[in-house]
Nanobody, 126 residues
Framework: QVQPVETGGGLVQAGGSLRLSCAAS????????MGWFRQAPGKERDIVAA????????YYADSVKDRFTISRDNAKNTVYLQMNSLRPEDTAVYYC???????????????????WGQGTQVTVSS
C-alpha cells in the first residue's frame, strides 16, 4: 500500500511562501487521487486542495484560492502544495492524503481518503 510522506513545513513570516512536498513510500501514486488537508489546534481537519489522477483537475478551499497551488509530478511520485501570501490563519499541521481513483476524479471529503501521512507543521508569524 502507498504511504504518503510530507516534507517542507516550517516557520515563515506573513506574506511569505513555502512549498510542501508529499512523496510516495511503498509504491507509486499512480492511479491515486491526492489531497492536502490541514488541522489547527482545537479545529477539525479540513480540505485545502485536491488533485485528480493523473492531474488534470484540481479543487481549492475558498480560503486558499489564488494563493495556493497543488500540483503533481508523476514521474517523481510527488505531490506539491505551493503556498504563497501566507497568513497567520494558515498556521496548522498539513497532511497529505491519497486514495485509489479513476481518471479525472477529485475528492474533497476527508472520509474518502484511505492513506495519510504523518503531517508537517506550518507556522506563519505576524
Amino acid at each position: 500500500q502507498v504511504q504518503p510522506v510530507e516534507t517542507g513545513g516550517g516557520l515563515v513570516q506573513a506574506g511569505g511562501s513555502l512549498r510542501l512536498s508529499c512523496a510516495a513510500s511503498g509504491r507509486t501514486f499512480n492511479n491515486y487521487a491526492m489531497g492536502w488537508f490541514r488541522q489547527a489546534p482545537g479545529k477539525e481537519r479540513d480540505i485545502v486542495a485536491a488533485i485528480s489522477w493523473p492531474g488534470g483537475r484540481t479543487y481549492y478551499a475558498d480560503s486558499v484560492k489564488d494563493r495556493f497551488t497543488i500540483s503533481r509530478d508523476n514521474a517523481k511520485n510527488t505531490v506539491y502544495l505551493q503556498m504563497n501570501s501566507l497568513r497567520p490563519e494558515d498556521t496548522a499541521v498539513y497532511y497529505c492524503a491519497a486514495r485509489e481513483a479513476d481518471w479525472g476524479t477529485v475528492f474533497r471529503n476527508r472520509a474518502l481518503y484511505r492513506y495519510w501521512g504523518q503531517g508537517t507543521q506550518v507556522t506563519v508569524s505576524s
